[in-house]
């Protein structure tokens, strides 16, 4: 089954503490997207990454970090989360634009982390 | 700096009455996409449109883009209170960037 694992689901951590938001994709897909969503203003794109060891930034990439060293990994790294940062976060996954059937490009969500920072 | 604009951003209709989502972006873009969220879920993609006069239809739903008046619409035929939900577009830009919408957020009413 087409899957993009997102852990944990739920977060609750203080400021200044080190976390990470894990997720995985069994797609073999190359092109891998974090967002959160906050009420009223959709869904932002943070940083995505076309293939492994390849990221760019989004539009709101302040204060976080991701890495792409295997295919099916994109972490989220909050080297210092702020109250700011609290949000639904969402990672995503799809056929690299160019690699594939752009009609058949569709986005696997995965199932969303709810993280606060106090 | 990009705009995606949805119109409306609340909608309340009744159970077999038609109508229609406004998606309009202020840069050039060939790619929109449409996905469908449930209250407390994650997103569902619905559509892709690639080029100017694209029209994609699933069910109730049909989509079409206009890369000329930088617009697209989700248009619902005869609303049954399964689509409600909240509704947003995507605008794809150079680099496969992607921005969002605000929104929809549909109730069909029996």
């Known amino acids: 089954e087409a899957q993009v694992t997102q852990n944990p689901r739920y977060l609750i951590t203080v400021t200044g503490k080190k976390l990470t938001v894990t997720c995985s994709q069994n797609?073999?897909?190359?092109?891998m997207s974090w967002y959160r969503q906050d009420p009223g203003l959709g869904l932002r794109q943070i940083y995505y990454?076309?293939?492994?060891?390849?990221?760019d930034k989004g539009d709101v990439p302040e204060g976080y970090k991701v890495s792409r060293k295997e295919k099916r990994n994109f972490p989220l790294i909050l080297e210092s989360p702020s109250p700011n940062q609290t949000s639904l976060y969402f990672c995503?996954?799809?056929?690299?634009?160019?690699?594939?059937?752009?009609?058949?490009?569709?986005?696997?969500f995965g199932a969303g982390t709810r993280l606060s920072v106090l | 700096e990009l705009k995606v604009e949805q119109n409306p951003l609340f909608l309340s209709m009744q159970e077999g009455k038609n109508y229609t989502i406004y998606c309009n972006y202020s840069?050039?873009?060939?790619?929109l996409y449409w996905y469908r969220q449930d209250p407390g879920k994650s997103l569902e993609s619905l559509f892709v449109l690639l080029s100017n006069g694209a029209v994609k239809q699933e069910g109730r739903l049909m989509a079409s883009l206009d890369t000329k008046a930088r617009l697209s619409t989700l248009h619902i035929t005869a609303a049954v209170h399964d689509l409600s939900a909240t509704y947003f577009c995507a605008v794809e830009t150079s680099g496969s960037r992607l921005t969002f919408g605000e929104g929809t957020q549909l109730t069909v009413n029996p």
């Open positions: 990454s076309m293939n492994v060891e390849v990221t």
């Open positions: 797609m073999n897909h190359e092109y």
């Open positions: 995503a996954s799809s056929t690299a634009p160019g690699f594939a059937n752009l009609a058949k490009n569709i986005q696997y």
């Open positions: 840069t050039t873009s060939d790619r």
